[in-house]
């Protein structure tokens, strides 16, 4: 099976914010939850570079490895999901997750948190594939459909990438080398314990 | 004088490759770059984690601007996560685990060995009062709120490797979701207690000459000499201040857990749930060998609580000090039982 990861160029990406708009738009994100953002480093200073950021669905996930109750589950693409069913909204996830990924809906007691939610690499949840339940509690499920996650898809200047990690290294690699220059795989050591030698 | 001749020519050689190299530079600098190295300039994951590292050893991580109104999003790697899963997974249940099974293993062998403390005499019959129903509201106010609290964090930390295979992902889930419930409101109740004692208890749990004398004659746990001991003893003045001290750490760290981001950002909220968990597994085992001496190991210890008169031989037993002055000012008056 395919190993899906998330790549994000920093050196195409011009934080236009499409890819966020996107994935709101496809999963039905609530108001003030964000799946994926933009994160610009250096803002205004020479060497300024922006990073579009998600759930990088991690190899020996942190959050599947602190999560009280295992709500976790790693699918045979390598994609990093969860059930909502079960999660508790404890926040240990938010601790461990080295990208910030998970988010809480301000729905629990005392205003602070509901049933986790995060990037699903648009490929839903535990419940059947692409039924109304699935996309109701986690948005929709691309993946079923032989689709990649829309916002890489919807990405301008395909700074974004997602899809097999040879594939997207091999993408990555290549432009590289043809232009000469480039800020490296962001996130992937931490993630994935490997980052792409070019 | 070869010697001077030949640093000479040394010296020279030096010179003139130093006005090689400069005018070198100088000319790259005049002469309009004929491409862009963008490379100069472009930030490499790994040597920005090594360049925000703050001062000292402490975790570093990318920080940088979003458009979104969620300020905690701005931080776009943060590897500290790492340490805290460690210290999650592994070091506190470790420490956890040995701190509670090696204080129940403790308590077992010296119930073997010491058995049941006595009253020397056996009761007298007349008994005296001990705690007025203030002092045992708020024992037990913060008693059965420990409890609960200490039953649903342990959960968080034990339950899934010891209650979810036995009950199933539904009721596990079901289980913890009531505990977190139980914790957050439970957590205000647990914190009044405190408080109340504080305010009951402390003008007399102010360390003095008379604990020394009492911790170095063992607490008259071992042997049978009964060192004389005011309102409370040395052991129960530690009790005191455990539960104090521990009881307002475990709050300042648990409010801020309960209200993430309020108080602080990410890396207080790793180090706040570090200290709770390590300090609410100490404070368990702490409290179990105070429920013991309270209870099966001592004969006539659990009336203090439980009705609030206690006998007045134990008395005399245990707080010889105590029931002097008790006696001497003329209230709390020794009544017969009959
Ligand atoms: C004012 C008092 C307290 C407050 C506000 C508080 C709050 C919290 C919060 C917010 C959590 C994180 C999990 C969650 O959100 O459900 C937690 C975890 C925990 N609490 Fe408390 N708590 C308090 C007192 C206590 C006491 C008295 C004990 C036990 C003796 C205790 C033991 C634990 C344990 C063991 C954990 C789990 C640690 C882990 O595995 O990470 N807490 N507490």
């Known amino acids: ?73 790693t699918t045979e693409d390598a994609v990093v999901l969860h059930s909502k069913e079960l999660c508790i909204g404890c926040g240990y996830c938010f601790y461990a997750c080295p990208f910030g990924a998970p988010q809480y809906p301000k729905v629990g007691n005392f205003g602070s948190r509901g049933k986790m939610d995060k990037c699903t690499y648009c490929a839903g949840g535990p419940e059947d594939d692409l039924s109304a339940a699935e996309q109701a509690a986690y948005g929709s499920n691309r993946l079923a459909e032989g689709k990649l996650p829309l916002c890489a898809e919807m990405c301008s200047t395909k700074a974004l990438l997602a899809g097999d990690h040879e594939m997207i290294s091999e993408i990555y690699k290549e432009r590289v080398s043809k232009r000469g220059y480039g800020s490296g795989a962001w996130g992937w050591k931490t993630a994935y314990k490997e980052t792409i030698n070019v | 004088m070869v010697a001077f001749q030949r640093s000479w020519g040394l010296a020279a050689a030096l010179a003139i490759a130093l006005v090689i ?49 969620d300020t905690k999003s701005s931080v776009l790697i943060q590897p500290a996560g790492r340490d805290w899963r460690q210290i999650r997974q592994e070091t506190l249940p470790f420490y956890g685990a040995i701190a509670i099974l090696g204080m129940l293993a403790a308590l077992v062998i010296f119930y073997l060995i010491r058995g049941r403390i006595a009253i020397d005499g056996g009761p007298s019959g007349r008994t005296i ?90 607490g008259g746990l071992i042997g049978s000499d009964h060192p004389p001991a005011g309102r409370f003893n040395g052991g129960q003045k530690v009790i005191f201040w455990v539960v104090v001290i521990g009881g307002v750490a475990l709050s300042i760290t648990g409010y801020s857990l309960m209200f993430p981001f309020v108080f602080t950002d ?73």
């Open chain 1, 1 to 73: 099976m395919a190993r899906m990861k998330f790549l994000c160029d920093a050196d195409r990406c011009i934080e236009c914010n499409a890819c966020v708009t996107a994935c709101k738009n496809e999963n039905d994100v609530p108001w003030g939850i964000n799946r994926r953002r933009v994160v610009t480093i250096n803002d205004g200073k020479p060497g300024e570079r922006s990073v579009s950021m998600a759930c990088m669905h991690c190899t020996d996930a942190p959050c599947a490895a602190v999560c009280p109750v295992d709500c976790f589950y």
């Open chain 2, 21 to 69: 190299v400069v005018s070198g530079d100088a000319l790259a600098q005049s002469g309009q770059p004929t491409s862009v190295n963008p490379t100069a300039s472009s930030v490499k994951e790994g040597q920005l984690l090594d360049a925000l590292k703050p001062p000292g050893s402490g975790p570093s991580a990318v920080t940088g601007r979003v458009s979104i109104p």
């Open chain 2, 129 to 218: 009062l001990r705690f007025a129903s203030a002092d045992r509201f708020a024992h037990w106010l913060t008693a059965s709120t420990f409890i609960l609290l200490a039953l649903s964090g342990l959960n968080l930390t034990f339950g899934r490797k010891l209650l979810l295979p036995l009950i199933g992902p539904e009721a596990f889930t079901a289980l913890s979701q009531a505990g977190k419930f139980v914790h957050n409101y439970g957590s205000f109740a647990f914190a009044l207690g405190v408080v109340l004692m504080i305010l009951l208890w402390l003008k007399d749990n102010i360390p003095s000459g008379a604990d020394l004398a009492w911790f170095s004659k063992g």
């Open chain 2, 266 to 338: 990410i890396a207080g909220l790793q180090e706040a749930n570090m200290l709770h968990g390590l300090i609410a597994v100490g404070m368990v085992a702490v409290i179990l060998a105070h429920i013991y001496i309270g209870s099966v190991g001592m004969e006539g210890a659990f009336d203090a609580m439980g009705k609030g008169e206690v006998d007045l031989n134990w008395a005399k037993q245990h707080h010889a000090l105590w029931v002097e002055k008790t006696e001497m000012k003329g209230k709390g008056a020794a009544t017969p039982a009959e």
